[in-house]
Every structure is written in structure tokens, then in C-alpha cells.
């Protein structure tokens, strides 16, 4: 019967180890999503702010070729 305890007590520690590193590798995964999390949040922020100014500069494209259009229009009714 002693010769069991030392192969429980074994086999105990491995599982603990075992554990050990289960928990370890958990905590390093939880810690690279926050990281990923972050570094896509911040992308995507960069993105919504490109899009605004995309989103201005076609406003101002508009403007700009209507003003020539409506020019070009003029000028074309005098000839």
C-alpha cells in the first residue's frame, strides 16, 4: 500500500503541473485577444476617420464640378 501513495502523490503532481500550464497558456491567450482587441479597435477608429475625410473631400469634388458644370453651361448658352 505505500508503494501506491508515492505513485498517487506522482501522479497528483503531474496533474498539477499539468494544470499549471493550462492555466498559464489561458492567461497568455486572454492577454493576446486584449492586445488584437485593442490593435483592431484602433485600426478601425483610423478607418471611420479616413472615411469622414473621404467622405468630405467628395463633398467638396461635388461642389467644385457642379460650379463647372454650371459654368460651362453658361458659357455655353451665350455662344
Request: aromatic fraction near 6%; glycine fraction near 0%.
Amino acid at each position: 500500500m505505500e508503494e501506491k501513495k508515492p505513485l498517487t502523490n506522482n501522479r497528483i503532481e503531474e496533474i498539477e503541473e499539468l494544470l499549471n500550464e493550462i492555466k498559464n497558456e489561458q492567461t497568455n491567450l486572454s492577454e493576446n485577444l486584449q492586445k488584437n482587441f485593442s490593435v483592431i479597435m484602433s485600426k478601425l477608429m483610423k478607418l471611420q476617420e479616413y472615411n469622414k475625410i473621404e467622405d468630405m473631400t467628395n463633398q467638396v469634388f461635388e461642389i467644385r464640378m457642379s460650379n463647372i458644370e454650371d459654368l460651362l453651361f453658361k458659357i455655353s448658352s451665350k455662344i
